[in-house]
């Protein structure tokens, strides 16, 4: 027995967040036969709603659901859940421009080097299709094609990942229901005081509206942009990054399902932001992200509502943000995750993503009620190194427009960004390397897809692929595509698939 063990863990605020944080605490510290008991409270207030637009995934979602044990079909069937093999990009960089950013990579390396350096070399000496040809999850969500990766050998039919877009509502529902079953208690209440350690500040309970007192020893906060405890209580401090990433307000809105059901979001550029379209079994979630500085509130609800491919089902929903994050995630015995350690625009859909590796550092560096502030240092420079990494990488997105139509994509052009990425650009664009700084992050042929999406050519390329033979390479490169085009033909629809395997029942209607 341990007595500086953690007794009571209090999660304050649900959402996607607060249960994507008690379901793997729960079924850690909660199952049968632990000999040092754990208790688990959420609490949530009815009053306060989710942002709700975290919907699309990246392909880390499925490793965290394995974690748990979810049953991937139950997953989808109860979430309205579909399939997600990238994003697809239009109008950025130019107007007309589209390109794919496809979860995977571009084919095995060869003789040592990235396939891509190899195109680029073949490139140069003419006849060579667009390099996405070499990305089975581009080609795949080019015909809307779908089926999970078969066989364990190296092959076109499993040279791809995927995630899922899901009803984020659904979702944090789903996984409440989980963490309940194996012991989290959920107590439905608004926080109006925080009580503390007189001698050195730590949080030792909660006060409720009702009067009721919360004790806990670890305080996970997962409040949103509110971020109650850390920086209402913590004062951790909020690093404003508006200038590199201009938008600061969003909209959205709920629309009716159109077929055929696409396996990818869309995400489509426009004078003041961005607007997304994320396809579910049940709707289709849609948004408009913008910066108030060059666009209206009515202006930019037109812009969406006019670029809906169904009927709207609601009124736009606004909501408010400034890019940037919490100088601490963690102070005392205070962790936040979610929007309260910070706000990334979802262009490259890393709020959840964000979520589950917080989650995963909290598990990795779990206290005692020590709280020795090594593991606190170091949970706060891997939150801090991985935000930052992903900020550069959005900012990649903006940073090389060729668009000169509007105000905004003139400040985008114009705006100075950091030093980290100002090097991993040129990097690039004189010789063809891709820098990755988070290696748990985005990786090569991600920013090998948003610069070759965007037009960014290297000036040069590796001088070691010219060691090859070029008739046996375009032979390896013909290959190739027509193994992933082949494969991709023999796939279902995407639409399909679903329906014969992973039909969702209708949703319950909505309770007023």
Same mark, same amino acid.
């Given at each position: 027995?341990?007595?500086?063990? +953690?007794?009571?863990?209090?999660?304050?605020?649900?959402? &996607?967040?607060?249960?994507?944080?008690?379901?793997?605490?729960?079924?850690?510290?909660?199952?049968?036969?632990?000999?040092?008991?754990?208790? +688990?409270?959420?609490?949530?207030?009815?009053?306060?709603?989710? +942002?709700?637009?975290?919907?699309?995934?990246?392909?880390?979602?499925?490793?965290?659901?394995?974690?748990? !044990?979810?049953?991937?079909?139950?997953?989808?069937?109860?979430?309205?859940?579909?399939?997600?093999?990238?994003?697809?990009?239009?109008?950025?960089?130019?107007?007309?421009?589209?390109?794919?950013?496809?979860? !995977?990579?571009?084919?095995?390396?060869?003789?040592?080097?990235?396939?891509?350096?190899?195109?680029?070399?073949?490139?140069?000496?003419?006849?060579?299709?667009?390099?996405?040809?070499?990305?089975?999850?581009? =080609?795949?969500?080019?015909?809307?094609?779908?089926?999970?990766?078969?066989?364990?050998?190296?092959? /076109?039919?499993?040279?791809?990942?995927?995630?899922?877009?899901?009803?984020?509502?659904?979702?944090?529902?789903?996984?409440?229901?989980?963490?309940? /079953?194996?012991?989290?208690?959920?107590?439905? %209440?608004?926080?109006?005081?925080?009580?503390?350690?007189?001698?050195?500040?730590?949080?030792?309970?909660?006060?409720?509206?009702?009067?009721?007192?919360?004790?806990?020893?670890?305080?996970?906060?997962?409040?949103?942009?509110?971020?109650?405890?850390?920086? !209402?209580?913590?004062?951790?401090?909020?690093?404003?990054?508006?200038?590199?990433?201009?938008?600061?307000?969003?909209?959205?809105?709920?629309?009716?399902?159109?077929?055929?059901?696409?396996?990818?979001?869309?995400?489509?550029?426009?004078?003041?932001?961005?607007?997304?379209?994320?396809?579910?079994?049940?709707?289709?979630?849609?948004?408009?992200?913008?910066?108030?500085?060059?666009?209206?509130?009515?202006?930019?609800?037109?812009?969406?509502?006019?670029?809906?491919?169904?009927?709207?089902?609601? &009124?736009?929903?606004?909501?408010?943000?400034?890019?940037?994050?919490?100088?601490?995630?963690?102070?005392?015995?205070?962790?936040?995750?979610?929007?309260?350690?910070?706000?990334?625009?979802?262009?490259?859909?890393?709020? +959840?993503?964000?979520?589950?590796?917080?989650?995963?550092?909290?598990?990795?560096?779990?206290?005692?009620?020590?709280?020795?502030? /090594?593991?606190?240092?170091?949970?706060?420079?891997?939150?801090?190194?991985?935000?930052?990494?992903?900020?550069?990488?959005?900012?990649?997105?903006?940073?090389?427009?060729?668009?000169?139509?509007? %105000?905004?994509?003139?400040?985008?052009?114009?705006?100075?960004?950091?030093?980290?990425?100002?090097?991993?650009?040129?990097?690039?664009?004189?010789?063809?390397?891709?820098?990755?700084?988070?290696?748990?992050?985005?990786?090569?042929?991600?920013? =090998?897809?948003?610069?070759?999406?965007?037009?960014?050519?290297?000036?040069?390329?590796?001088?070691?692929?010219?060691?090859?033979?070029?008739?046996?390479?375009?032979?390896?490169?013909?290959?190739?595509?027509?193994?992933?085009?082949? &494969?991709?033909?023999?796939?279902?629809?995407?639409?399909?698939?679903?329906?014969?395997?992973?039909?969702?029942?209708?949703?319950?209607?909505?309770?007023?």
């Amino acid at each position: 027995m341990n007595p500086a063990r +953690i007794r009571k863990i209090v999660i304050v605020g649900g959402g &996607t967040a607060g249960w994507m944080t008690a379901a793997p605490l729960a079924r850690l510290l909660l199952r049968r036969g632990a000999t040092e008991a754990c208790d +688990i409270v959420l609490v949530e207030s009815p009053e306060i709603g989710t +942002i709700g637009v975290g919907e699309a995934t990246l392909p880390s979602i499925v490793q965290y659901n394995r974690s748990l !044990g979810l049953d991937q079909a139950d997953f989808v069937r109860r979430t309205q859940a579909s399939f997600k093999l990238g994003i697809q990009f239009r109008d950025w960089g130019h107007v007309g421009n589209r390109f794919f950013h496809g979860f !995977g990579d571009f084919g095995p390396p060869i003789e040592g080097r990235a396939p891509w350096q190899h195109w680029l070399r073949l490139r140069r000496g003419g006849d060579m299709s667009p390099h996405e040809d070499w990305s089975m999850a581009t =080609v795949m969500a080019r015909g809307n094609r779908f089926t999970l990766p078969q066989g364990d050998r190296p092959s /076109a039919a499993n040279a791809f990942a995927y995630a899922f877009h899901f009803d984020a509502g659904l979702y944090a529902a789903y996984l409440r229901e989980f963490a309940l /079953a194996l012991g989290a208690v959920r107590v439905e %209440g608004t926080v109006v005081d925080v009580e503390r350690r007189p001698e050195d500040g730590f949080v030792t309970a909660l006060r409720l509206a009702d009067g009721r007192r919360i004790e806990g020893d670890l305080f996970v906060d997962c409040s949103g942009q509110r971020a109650l405890l850390i920086e !209402g209580v913590m004062q951790a401090g909020y690093e404003d990054w508006s200038a590199l990433l201009p938008c600061d307000s969003a909209l959205a809105v709920p629309s009716t399902r159109v077929e055929p059901l696409a396996p990818y979001t869309v995400s489509t550029a426009q004078a003041a932001g961005w607007t997304w379209r994320i396809p579910l079994q049940h709707r289709t979630g849609n948004g408009h992200v913008y910066s108030s500085a060059f666009a209206s509130d009515d202006a930019a609800a037109q812009v969406l509502l006019q670029g809906l491919d169904g009927q709207a089902l609601d &009124t736009p929903r606004p909501i408010r943000f400034t890019t940037g994050r919490r100088r601490r995630s963690w102070v005392k015995n205070v962790v936040a995750i979610g929007l309260s350690a910070g706000f990334m625009e979802p262009l490259e859909s890393t709020s +959840i993503h964000l979520i589950l590796d917080n989650v995963a550092r909290l598990i990795h560096f779990f206290p005692d009620r020590h709280f020795a502030p /090594a593991p606190i240092a170091e949970f706060n420079r891997l939150a801090q190194f991985q935000f930052e990494a992903i900020r550069d990488f959005i900012v990649l997105h903006y940073k090389l427009t060729q668009r000169s139509d509007s %105000g905004f994509w003139r400040y985008c052009a114009a705006m100075p960004i950091t030093d980290t990425l100002a090097v991993q650009i040129e990097l690039f664009r004189s010789g063809g390397r891709v820098s990755v700084r988070d290696p748990n992050g985005f990786q090569e042929p991600s920013w =090998v897809s948003i610069y070759l999406g965007l037009g960014l050519l290297p000036e040069r390329y590796d001088p070691f692929v010219d060691q090859v033979d070029e008739q046996a390479l375009r032979e390896h490169f013909a290959r190739l595509r027509s193994a992933i085009a082949q &494969t991709a033909a023999a796939m279902p629809q995407h639409g399909d698939f679903i329906a014969r395997h992973l039909q969702a029942p209708p949703p319950a209607p909505a309770v007023l």
